[in-house]
Nanobody
């Protein structure tokens, strides 16, 4: 059974940084795409950043230049380095793994940017 476990959320002041991690376990077969989504109160879940097995990345326009997604294929782990955080980045961040008909989600981790 595929399981995704996120860590690294928390409270940070505007301009600060956080690093999220997501470890996948279970039956995992490459290639697969991993990504980060977020959902703020009253808003739809949106893509933040994604990365393929080969390392190709894509980002939401709102985070380009501030966030960096990376992965360690040997550890089935994806990371999200978030710099220059803004209050509008406040949301629950979810890890996602996608491979064909498989679409798995983590439980979510809260990121709050506030002074």
């Amino acid at each position: 059974q595929l399981q995704l476990v996120e860590s690294g959320g928390g409270l940070v002041q505007p301009g600060g940084s956080l690093r999220l991690s997501c470890a996948a376990s279970g039956s995992i077969f490459a290639p697969y795409r991993m990504g980060w989504y977020r959902q703020a109160p009253g808003k739809q879940r949106e893509l933040v950043a994604g990365i393929t097995t080969g390392g190709t990345t894509n980002y939401a326009d709102s985070v380009k230049g501030r966030f960096t997604v990376s992965r360690d294929n040997a550890k089935n782990t994806v990371y999200l380095q978030m710099n220059s955080l803004k209050p509008e980045d406040t949301a629950v961040y979810y890890c996602n793994l996608n491979r064909g008909s498989i679409n798995a989600w983590g439980q979510g981790t809260q990121v709050t940017v506030s002074s």
